[in-house]
């Protein structure tokens, strides 16, 4: 029985960063994204569980790149059509852990994210219904009108962008998962409020926990990681 699992989700196709080889797996500074992941996982919870969700198709791939980089992979789950099927597989897949356990999901394609983040979440999580990290939005806003051609400025302070590892106690997690699918369904959290689960609350994130998207994302996570201290 473990106080923390980790499920981190890499199944998605990145069809937004325009390659075949999902971006994931693609090489940050000399190890694949998902390595950076992970390992800043075990080091800030190195009693947690980890499980990583992969799509079928892509775990010869993954079992290569582990040997060829000496890495130890986590327990494998085959991940689903969206990320909400792919977080259901692992919930599916945990068996008995305790009910009280935390779970943290969080975005294989955030290789950046800081102990202090990881930590904060889950401490958060202990006495809440969940925890977000977010962070301040930086750029202007406007919304779109239903023609999605004039629109409007917004005011950008009452907004946070979202982040993970988004943080709930296992049997919350379980039973907001049992809700049918819907489109609305963009992270956990989204998830838990449709299930009625309203004392989810955010806690600070960091700008550093980018999430790769585009080629510009790779760039830029390449000069936060080498701007850091070496371990
Ligand atoms: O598509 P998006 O960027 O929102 O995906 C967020 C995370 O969910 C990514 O790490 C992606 O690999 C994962 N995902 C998944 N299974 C899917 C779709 C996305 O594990 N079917």
Not at 39 to 54: E, G, K, M, Q, T
Not at 152 to 167: I, K, L
Not at 184 to 204: H, I, K, P, Q, W
């Amino acid at each position: 029985m473990q106080s923390h699992i980790v499920i981190i989700v890499a199944a998605g196709s990145g069809s937004r960063y325009g390659s075949d080889l999902p971006k994931q797996f693609h090489n940050l500074c000399g190890r694949p994204v998902l390595a950076h992941t992970i390992d800043a996982f075990r080091s800030a919870l190195p009693d947690a569980r980890i499980l990583l969700v992969l799509s079928p198709a892509m775990v010869p791939v993954w079992r290569q790149m582990c040997a060829d980089n000496l890495i130890e992979s986590p327990e494998i789950v085959s991940g689903g059509k969206t990320r909400w099927e792919s977080v259901g597989n692992a919930i599916q897949a945990l068996g008995d852990e305790a009910a009280s356990a935390i779970v943290l999901v969080h975005d294989g394609a955030r290789p950046l994210v800081t102990a202090d983040v990881i930590k904060r979440a889950a401490a958060c999580a202990r006495n809440t219904d969940g925890a977000i990290p977010a962070i301040p939005v930086t750029d202007s806003l406007r919304r779109l009108d239903s023609d999605e051609v004039s629109s409007e400025p917004v005011d950008r302070s009452v907004f946070r962008a979202v982040q993970t590892p988004q943080a709930f106690s296992l049997w919350r997690l379980r039973d907001a998962y049992t809700l049918p699918y819907d489109s609305s369904f963009t992270d956990d959290a989204s998830v838990l409020a449709a299930a009625g689960y309203s004392n989810v609350v955010l806690v600070e994130g960091s700008p550093e926990n980018i999430k790769i998207t585009t080629p510009v994302d790779m760039l830029l996570a390449e000069a936060i990681l080498q701007a850091r201290p070496q371990q």
